[in-house]
Structure formats: C-alpha cells, structure tokens
C-alpha cells in the first residue's frame, strides 16, 4: 500500500522551489553582469561599440573571420597611416554595417582632415576604387574607433547567438539551467 506522509512532500516541494529560484537568480545575476561588463567596457573604451565581430576575410592575414575585435574610441584627429579602424560606411546600402579596415592614407583640405582613405589587407585596391566610399575616403565622423586587440575564434559565437537559431538555443540552455532544479540529483525516496 502507498503511503505519503504530506511533511515529506511539502519540504521536497519546499527544496525544488528553492533550488529553481536559485538557478534563475544565477542566470539573472549572470545576464547582470554580462550588460554591466558591456556597458563598462563601453564606458572605459570611450565608444558605444565596444566589441565586434568580423564576418569577412577582407582583412586576412591580419585580422581573420570570426575574430571578437577590441575597438577603443579616439581622438579621429590623431589617427595615423596604418591604423586598423572600424567605421560607419557611407554606402546606403550597408548603412548598418561596420566595416574594420586600415589607413592606407590620410586626405586633407586647408589643414583639417577630410577623409581616411581605407583598404582591407587582403583586397587588391582602397575601398574608394570599389565606390563604396567618396573619393576622398571615410570622413572623421563616421570613425567608430580603432582596433586595439583582436581574439581569435570568439566572434564566431558572437556571430551564432545573433543568429535566431543561436539565439534560440541560448534561450533553451538557460531555461535547462533554470528548470535543472527537478532534477536535483537527490536520491529519490521510494513509497511503501
């Protein structure tokens, strides 16, 4: 015969309930300081943009697809010939997009800087050939930053977790981690 004593089920519920809001607390905490961490680095690295992911070999050898890339905010008037630098381009058609190349050449108009002229490392000529950029190149304002260390590979799961799927998947292994709470890896008592 089935016997249930209703103590030792009212603190096992009592424990799994503590032991979810616990795990949701972890991932609450975890996506806290996840934003914080951004936001500081923002903060610290002078720019809104402070992490980025190349989708393209443009930049090959120097700098390879799927990389996380470190931009620092600068000063655009102390740029120089050879920097690696993220920018806004001015074709509408890719207005979203930041584009990481390097300084190739500096133009100027009565002393002030008007544009920097751009080249991916692994392209044959400066981005202003192609016609995705003025004549005169990038203009100062729509430099975003520039690259000031790059990790290998990490960019790669940037990449996916904008992706719905990886996104989706994400969202799943936390909620597997919120939810590991009924399976708390307790011996389970058996009823007589």
Known sequence: MWQVRFE?????????????????????????????????A?????????????????????????????IEGVNVYRLNVGNIIVYKTTDPYLS?????HRIIQINTSNGKIVGYVTK?????????VYG????????????VGKVVLVVPLLGFLVL??????GFLLMVIIL????????????PRKTLS
């Open 8 to 40: 030792d089920f009212y603190v096992s519920m009592q424990y799994k309930t503590k032991l979810i809001w616990r795990q949701t607390l972890y991932v609450a905490l975890g996506f806290i300081i996840a934003v914080a961490a951004f936001l500081s």
């Open 132 to 143: 995705f950029e003025p004549p005169t190149g990038i203009p100062p304002q729509n430099v």
């Open 96 to 100: 979203d997009e930041l584009i990481v």
């Open 42 to 70: 923002a903060t610290i690295l002078h720019t809104q943009v402070p992490l980025a992911a190349v989708t393209s070999g443009s930049m090959t050898p120097t700098i390879k697809q799927g990389d996380l890339l470190v």
């Open 160 to 165: 996916f977790l904008k992706q719905p799927t």
């Open 175 to 186: 909620g597997a981690i919120v939810f590991w709470g009924f399976t708390d890896g307790r």
């Open 120 to 128: 991916g490392d692994n392209n044959p000529y400066p981005d202003t």
